[in-house]
């Protein structure tokens, strides 16, 4: 053998090492995504559509869009999937189009009117009166109905309610389970006070009628006291700013209250931005309890940061056990093939989505049924490092056994070359 051959296999060895020595996820590409996890489709033997449920943690470091996500095989090839539901951009409107059909006083002491919702036959779930009475405390049920002849119970005995002197504290919404119908027939009962005078109404949509919510976890839950205030500011960080939020929902041990709520958010804590309120409290009346301490968030809400903050005027500052935050649960669909490894890529801000094919079939999907993927552990790349020292510790092995094979290829090529005559 030469000693340009032995050379070669030399080079060859060398080379064969370094390649081998390259963490797995070269493969994968898109190696400008500071952030992946391998998915598990389960069961390996047969394909079909998965459902993969992304995570605070993706949907926090993703772009506020979620462009920014790739599904792709071993061999870098993408994997066209399915977000849903859609991300909403920006807030959107929570009010329904209706009005007052009719409007009318029984004999039972109770005022009764019809609201026509119109043709479309958007999902609703609550009711807003509005009346300018300022002291009053009714309960009110409301029925559902498509023609206005046959009407199905929604909701029973549920209290609305004004304080005197105090205009702000004031419950005037009636909720229900999210439905369709066209019309719907709300009835107050007055006993013997004066019939309330209602000037107008508002439906409200069900925002999130067929998307399941899911509990988001709060890094950080802190209770301030501002007693010279009167106020109770309770400051909660999610951890990340981009992860959709559908409502929270306060735990308090008081056993009866009423307070009034302003919600602010905020990106940076610094400047904060009021976007939301209500009035929670909790009551009894002729036995039946009636509370409110959940508060439902504009669509399309994604604040890092929220501040509850809440006004107790003269009364005791509630015993506020703790805070959970929901929101709409995000998930990616695809088609799995038996046996096939995939990766999820993301967090590559101003990048355009993807589009494929598969998109168009949107509707066809449920958020539900669909066997389940699972999302391994996400890692990070380290792009201040190159790509051999960012992989130094699996390069280490492989580097001192090419050292070794390097030598002793090296002193055999000598003893050969001092054999060969002259």
């Given at each position: ?20 020595a390259l963490p797995a996820e070269a493969s994968y590409g898109h190696k400008d995504w500071s ?158 006070d004066k019939p309330l005078g209602i000037d107008g109404i508002t439906v409200n949509k069900a ?29 909660l960080d999610l951890g990340y700013s981009h992860i959709p939020l559908a409502g929270l929902s ?173």
């Amino acid at each position: 053998m030469s000693f340009i051959s032995k050379r070669h296999i030399i080079i060859v060895a060398i080379v064969g090492f370094l390649l081998a020595a390259l963490p797995a996820e070269a493969s994968y590409g898109h190696k400008d995504w500071s952030r992946y996890a391998d998915v598990d489709a389960g069961n390996k033997s047969t394909g079909g559509f998965r459902r993969l449920i992304l995570s605070p943690p993706v949907l926090g470091r993703s772009a506020p869009d979620l462009s920014d996500l790739r599904l792709v095989t071993r061999f870098g090839h993408e994997v066209p999937y399915i977000l849903l539901p859609s991300r909403p951009n920006g807030v959107h409107p929570a009010i329904l189009t209706a009005r007052v059909t009719s409007i009318s006083s029984h004999p039972e002491n109770n005022t009764v009117f019809t609201v026509d919702t119109g043709r479309d036959k958007h999902s609703h779930g609550s009711i807003t009166l509005n009346t300018g009475i300022t002291s009053f405390f009714r309960p009110a049920t409301v029925e559902g109905s498509d023609d206005a002849l046959t009407w199905k119970l929604l909701k029973k005995n549920s209290f609305i309610f004004s304080l005197p002197e105090k205009r702000e504290l004031a419950w005037k919404t009636v909720e229900y389970p999210p439905s369709n119908c066209r019309y719907l027939r709300i009835s107050i009962a007055n006993g013997q006070d004066k019939p309330l005078g209602i000037d107008g109404i508002t439906v409200n949509k069900a925002l999130y009628l067929d998307t399941p919510l899911s509990g988001i976890p709060i890094k950080h839950f802190k209770i301030v006291e501002v007693p010279e205030d009167h106020l109770t500011k309770v400051k909660l960080d999610l951890g990340y700013s981009h992860i959709p939020l559908a409502g929270l929902s306060m735990h308090i041990t008081d056993p009866s209250f009423i307070r009034e709520v302003m919600v602010l958010g905020s990106q940076d804590t610094k400047r904060w931005r009021r976007f939301s309120g209500a009035v929670i409290f909790r009551s009894s009346l002729s036995g039946i309890i009636q509370q409110k301490t959940r508060l439902q968030l504009p669509a399309g809400t994604t604040y890092r940061y929220l501040m509850l903050v809440i006004r107790n005027d003269k009364e005791k500052p509630l015993h506020i056990k703790r805070v959970t935050a929901y929101g709409p649960q995000v998930s990616l669909v695809f088609r799995a093939d038996a046996g096939r490894q995939y990766r999820l890529f993301f967090g590559k801000q101003d990048t355009k989505a993807p589009v494929y094919d598969i998109q168009h079939l949107q509707a066809c999907f449920p958020n539900t049924g669909l066997p389940a993927a699972c999302l391994g552990q996400i890692k990070t790349r380290d792009f201040a490092a190159s790509p051999l020292r960012g992989s130094k510790k699996n390069l280490l092995p492989a580097t001192i056994s090419m050292l070794v094979i390097f030598v002793l290829l090296l002193f055999r090529l000598r003893r050969s070359t001092k054999r060969q005559p002259k």
